[in-house]
């Protein structure tokens, strides 16, 4: 299937998978160059839904920019306001109290679960079953709640600030995250034995577009899509940074290279996550949320500093040059998704339609990230 | 020749786990809230659009010191005060929220010192005009008073 | 039944009516029934449990516009939606729904029903190709390789049933299972065959009649091919409405053979009051299976498909239609 075909012009004809997608990935462009059923070429054209994020990175001051981030993907937003307030107090030197930082990683981490079980309950849908996807967003309903409590936002959440965070969390949503924990357990349980362990689903993704480690070197990928070929590489472990050595868990690495690899990746940490989320509530310190000095205006020195964090999409870098003035001088967001797509202009060659497809599920896009 | 077999044993035991799942959660109840027949109340710190908060008279606390201006990244307030004669402080004359814009990201709240402005719990705002959500707060502030 | 032409008329007005309700209210059964599996309420505005929801729809679609692409071939555009609606109701006019009522009990009866299956797929390919639009074509090309495909098992079953029963009268196959439920021809051991593979015979047939129908989990020509377009991609209003009732009344139609070949048809499973809503209620409980299993799993690939009938049911309902008739010889 995949050796290369002479093929005369008049026997290809011209896909175009259009910006308007059934699938809920956003809008991208895939022009496929298709011969028969099998795609020869692929081209994807983004740019649909471009905002200017890092020039209004420069026009507004750092406070103002904090609600840029969550715009950026809207699906797991905490993990990137994370990544710039922890820049901004980096360049800063501010200290955060230690309760705000396991408060943090804990928002992040059921982020992370709410973020990867949209993904799960998408990519079902996006193969034909339409059931786990009421089922995944009724237990994402709980994690919105819940976050929803504390932060009084559902989706773009504006919570993180420089220093430690804008509220605290009550008694309340300890009790929930609590009972949330073995519910996610039992829920998870019930997916591996409805889509999982589902012979219809596992002929879908065994051995399906295969992604080997050079290749996803080349292209710089990260999170699923390189730990599902063996490359085992998670911001949290080898750059650690926060509160995170404190805890405890693996990063979940499949040698696979398929569909299915990256599939169970995503799955299983999920269920990382909750230990986090376990961990991090058993140790919760008492404490002040914010610092007690805080600088009234945030002015990092000049310079140039990053900080990159693991959020749900990959590895999520973000760069500050900064010439001393209340603005930012440049402000670079390094966006995980959009090393990952371009994946797939290559890896899709030969393989026919319906595949590619469920590749690109697989690959867990958002196009507002990939445009910022 | 026995895998062969074993595969599709296998797999027709799967499909039957699966429709017992899918059998399990026909009989528990229905999730959805059937808004409007129903609705769910807001949590104590939704995040509606900002109001106005009024003192023991009924006056706005707000002493138009124009931080929560500054501080909106997306331009969304302007007011305007003017010191009544034998006043001190200056007064509110108008406060205009361009909702339309507005990313709830809550700079004014915090950055009001007063406690001038707070979130209000208010969610259904569907309207088809763009003019409706052009709030007058000091409007909406005189009309909750009366 | 005496053949005037008064009754004649009547069967032919009742077929046509109890397939047009069926299309009709299927839809609301299964808009119901997969809205519970997702724990949401499905339709229950308009009329009690949305029980008016099919006649809306209904007048909705009448009142769109019936457009024909232009270019298009307006002959093969028009028959389509017809041709894919009219095998399925002429199936009733043979099919014994209890010992009294058949509208014409013919003693070829299985093969005339499946000969009307057949002609089914021909409607696929004249909407693919009448609609002068590169993905409808391609996806008509699939459903119907998946519609030749099918074919192959589900006549192989049949025939075991044929032989077992020793006539392709329908009524006659349904008389010789209704001694007892154990005597169905799902259940091996005291029937006429003593084969003990006959459950499996059903599962293919039952797999057999999801695919001919085009039903999940192999659903490939409405449902993904080239991302939501598919055969009918064209097709608006009445002409879309046909489609989706022909679909209906061929799922009726396959569970109304798979209740006779193998569920005893009319029988009680206690042996007592045998009639026509024995018949109603395994008919239903075999359309309640189709419609949780469509909303159960993902769909299939094309070859996976292919793969499944070519390799795996053709070579085990061969197996099976020879190991009866060995049975059939020894005992």
């Given at each position: 299937m995949n050796s290369p075909i002479l093929l005369q012009p008049d026997e290809t004809f011209i896909l175009n998978v259009g910006p308007q997608h059934p699938a809920t990935h956003g809008v991208l462009r895939v022009k496929m160059e298709m011969h028969g059923e099998y795609i020869v070429n692929a081209e994807t054209v983004i740019g649909y839904?471009?905002?200017?994020h890092e020039k209004m990175g420069e026009l507004k001051t750092y406070p103002q920019f904090l609600m840029n981030l969550s715009r950026m993907d809207y699906l797991g937003a905490l993990g990137y306001s994370h990544g710039h307030v922890l820049l901004v107090e980096k360049?800063?030197?501010?200290?955060?109290?230690?309760?705000?930082?396991y408060i943090r990683a804990i928002m992040v981490e059921l982020n992370r679960i709410a973020s990867h079980l949209f993904w799960f309950g998408a990519f079902?849908?996006?193969?034909?079953?339409?059931?786990?996807?009421?089922y995944a967003l009724q237990d994402r309903e709980h994690i919105l709640d819940m976050l929803e409590a504390v932060t009084g936002s559902r989706l773009t959440y504006c919570y993180f600030r420089f220093g430690g965070l804008c509220n605290d969390v009550d008694d309340d949503f300890i009790t929930a995250a609590r009972l949330f924990i073995p519910r996610m357990r039992k829920s998870m349980k019930k997916y591996h034995n409805l889509v999982t362990g589902n012979i219809i689903f596992r002929k879908r993704l065994e051995g399906i577009a295969p992604l080997s480690k050079e290749m996803c070197r080349k292209y710089g990928a990260s999170s699923a899509v390189a730990r599902g070929s063996g490359i085992n590489f998670d911001v949290r472990k080898n750059e650690p940074y926060s509160v995170y050595p404190e805890f405890d868990f693996d990063v979940p690495v499949y040698h696979e290279c398929d569909s299915l690899a990256r599939y169970m990746v995503r799955m299983d940490e999920i269920e990382q996550?909750?230990?986090?989320?376990?961990?991090?509530?058993?140790?919760?310190?008492?404490?002040?949320?914010?610092?007690?000095?805080?600088?009234k205006l945030i002015k990092p020195p000049v310079g140039d500093y990053y900080q990159a964090v693991e959020t749900a999409r990959g590895s999520f870098g973000i760069r500050l040059v900064s010439d001393g003035g209340k603005n930012p001088y440049r402000l670079k967001l390094r966006s995980p998704t959009y090393s990952n797509m371009h994946l797939f202009d290559e890896a899709c060659r030969g393989m026919m339609i319906m595949d590619a497809l469920a590749f690109m599920g697989s690959l867990d896009l958002v196009i507002p990230e990939i445009d910022r | 020749m026995v895998a062969y077999f074993t595969e599709i044993f296998t797999g027709l035991m799967s499909l039957f786990i699966g429709m017992g799942i899918t059998f399990k959660e026909f009989f528990k109840p229905t999730v959805t809230v059937s808004y409007p027949y129903e609705t769910l109340t807001m949590s104590a710190r939704y995040r509606g659009h900002i109001e106005l908060v009024e003192d023991e008279e009924g006056n706005p606390q707000c002493v138009v010191c124009g931080l929560c201006e500054k501080a909106c990244p997306s331009d969304c307030i302007s007011l305007a005060g003017e010191k009544p004669e034998g006043g001190k402080k200056k007064v509110l004359t108008k406060y205009m929220l361009d909702f339309t814009k507005c990313s709830l990201c809550g700079s004014c709240v915090e950055s009001c010192s007063f406690g001038a402005i707070n979130f209000s719990k208010d969610y259904n705002l569907a309207s088809t005009r763009?003019?409706?959500?052009?709030?007058?707060?000091?409007?909406?502030?005189?009309e909750r008073n009366k | 039944?005496?053949?005037?032409?008064?009754?004649?008329?009547?069967?032919?007005?009742l077929a046509i009516a109890f397939a047009a309700l069926n299309a009709a209210y299927l839809v609301w059964a299964e808009r119901r029934g997969a809205a519970r599996i997702q724990r949401r309420p499905g339709p229950n505005i308009n009329g009690p449990f949305g029980l008016l929801q099919p006649p809306l729809d209904g007048i909705k679609l009448m009142a769109k516009q019936l457009t024909i692409p232009g270019g298009a071939d307006k002959i093969m555009f028009i028959t389509a939606p017809v041709l894919a609606?009219?095998?399925?109701?002429?199936?009733?006019v043979t099919i014994p729904f209890s010992d009294s009522i058949v509208a014409k009990n013919m003693n070829v009866g299985i093969l005339m029903i499946f000969a009307f299956a057949s002609m089914g797929s021909m409607s696929l390919l004249f909407a693919g190709w009448s609609s002068r639009n590169k993905y409808s074509m391609m996806s008509s090309v699939r459903a119907v390789s998946q519609a030749v495909a099918y074919e192959i098992p589900m006549l192989i079953t049949a025939i075991t049933v044929v032989m077992i029963a020793g006539s392709t009268d329908l009524t006659e196959i349904v008389h010789q299972q209704s001694r007892s439920i154990l005597h169905w021809n799902i259940f091996p051991l005291l029937g006429n065959s003593h084969n003990i593979l006959m459950p499996f015979s059903f599962l293919i047939f039952f797999i057999c009649t999801l695919a001919e129908t085009n039903r999940a989990p192999f659903d490939l020509g409405e449902a993904e091919s080239e991302l939501v377009a598919g055969f009918h991609t064209e097709y608006g209003s009445m002409g879309f409405g046909l489609f989706f009732m022909g679909e209906y009344a061929n799922i009726v139609i396959g569970s109304c053979m798979t209740t006779i070949l193998f569920l005893g048809g009319w029988g009680c499973p206690f042996g007592l009051l045998p009639g026509v809503w024995w018949f109603i209620l395994k008919l239903y409980l075999l359309i309640a299976t189709f419609i949780w299993i469509r909303w159960t799993f993902p769909r299939t690939t094309i070859y996976g498909l292919l793969n499944l009938?070519?390799?795996?049911?053709?070579?085990?309902s061969l197996f099976n239609l020879l190991f009866t008739a060995g049975l059939i010889k020894v005992f």
């Open positions: 839904i471009h905002r200017m360049a800063s030197g501010i200290v955060v109290p230690e309760r705000a930082e079902v849908m996006d193969l034909g079953g339409f059931s786990p996807l009421m996550s909750l230990r986090i989320v376990e961990q991090g509530l058993d140790k919760l310190p008492g404490g002040p949320i914010m610092p007690d000095k805080k600088p | 763009k003019e409706d959500f052009y709030f007058d707060l000091l409007k909406r502030l005189e | 039944m005496q053949l005037t032409l008064f009754n004649v008329i009547v069967a032919v007005v609606m009219f095998p399925a109701i002429m199936s009733f009938s070519w390799k795996i049911l053709i070579p085990l």
